[in-house]
């Protein structure tokens, strides 16, 4: 059979008359172009964007996108819960003491093993493996960071920083400046030795700008939290605009970091007429439908929310409590008792693991929380991502995300090691 | 039973496909916020839109979604298309990828029930050869049928095809020299049967 011949065929086969869809299709897309955003952007408080999020981003940085699309794009299993409840967690959060500031030691290891099929040039190797050990001290006017970041190539990088609220300013120590050399093709050559022998420095912050640094303005009752947090799922543009940023769909800030139109923006008509109008245009506007791969979703959007917000050093004991109360409620949540971390530690463990979706390349996500039954504080977070096929030794992992807390207790004050930039911090300050 | 829409070849493709420059004042206008032309640009690519996506899909009620949601997909991505380059491509690419896509979940959804050869209103007709064709793809795997339906309905080339399903090119070329051979016995049967 020739190729036009099949061409032919394939053009003049009977299909179904799709009329009434096509009108439909007709009447959103009119609806979608002429009147977009037409209704005002409902502006949302400035929020702590997680840690986590970071994280997952991380993930993709490292070429990941298979195991982002995968991460992200999970849907809501069956509801079970076993042994303990999750109240129980919730009553144990509400009593947890507050501080100057909080002390958080973790460290997380990313591994991504790329699929067979995704051919990586000579450069990049088919297993990545990111290591990262933080200590981190959070309080109401100063953040202070230290730690490590160590890709398996070449040196760990360096974090070191203290940020301070009231002056906007970021103290780094000389070692984080970096030396480079520049050799144009003029021959030419622009260099920077680090700043060898002088000392730290202070700069208006950078870190204050990505919502890192405050308390989650949340409500505590569970009924109108679960509502806020499915309004930042719902309004992305809104989170992305507050940070300056603008996404690969267009949503966010100009250059500037001003607001800009909004693509996809509130409905240009009550919810409930929408409804009438098309079901199909309503879960597309609210970024929660099947074809809508790119966004994960809402039940998947939360967890990853409540846990951002869980170990969330500024979250309050209210807020984590209420916190525990919309994960009780989450499809998908199960609750188990007497298990055992990674590092062997006596925990209560959460594990979601939603059912495959048609973006995730077939592979199955497991995400487990490992909580501490005393103090309800996270212990371990492991998002595990593995090829559906596969037994034993041949089921591959294509990634896995753990992040282990191995402190987490109140301080009166910043450690030694911070002092040096205090004091930089002071005499930045006084001189105005 | 669903009414079946027997369109000629040539003429469809004429009458919903346009010439690019027609597509192109049509985008830029509805990049513009016109309703008419955002219209006018469904309803020429409907018709190729839906029919790739039911001879993918197989199954009226989810290329009706498919074609729906491509729709929708471009029309939001609207701005931020390049009009210089021929928009039923860069569109076609998408609706055949939801159709993988819903493919791909279609074992988990346990709505979905699998279709009977389509039927014309009334009285059964008479098979014809393209009836064999629809019957002789549902044979095919998913992705032997979106490499034909790209190849020999879309005008896709082999290499286009490997960048739309971002696959490699011999892959795409194996899954073209199998899907063909497969039809080829399907279709020599329908002829015998005729």
Redesign the interface.
Known sequence: MSDDRLSDLLRSAPVPDAERALKRTVDTCRARVVAPGAAPVVGMPRRWTGRRGVRIVALAGAGALATLVALAGLRGASSETEGTSFGSFAAIASTQPDAKFQHVEWEALTRHSWPPHYAQGEQYPDVIEQEDRVSLWVGDDQRYERGTHDEGRGPATEVDYLSDRESGLTCFPNSMRIPFEIVYESGERYSYDGGDGKGASCTPDSFLSHGMWTEPELPTDPAALREALEDEIRNPAELLRQRGERDDRGRGADREGAPDAEPMGPLPVPLSQAIEIDRLAVIAELGLGPWSSRESPLGQQLYSRVITYLVNPRSSPELRAALFEVLADLEGAVLKTEQTDSLGREAALVTYTPPRTEDNEGATIREDLYLDPETSQVLEIAILVESESGAGADKRVWGSYVETFTAREPADSLPPEAEPLQNELEQTRAEG | M?????????T??EASVGSPDDDQALVAA?QE???EA??A???RH?PVA??AA??IVQD?AA???V???S???A??????FDNGRPLAPWLHRIVVN?AL??L??AP?RREVAVESA?E?EGSQPTPV???H??IALRALDADQRAV??LR??L?FTPGEIAGALEL?RGTVNSRLRRA?DR??EA?DLGRELE
């Open positions: 669903t009414a079946i829409a027997r369109t000629a070849g040539p469809l493709r509805a916020g016109s309703g955002t219209e640009l469904v309803r409907w839906h029919r039911y001879l009226a290329a009706e979604d074609a729906q949601e729709m929708l997909a029309i939001d991505a609207l701005d931020r939801n896509k819903w791909r979940a988990r389509p014309g050869l393209s009836d064709l629809l034909v339906v020999y309905l005008e490699p063909l039809l080829g279709l």
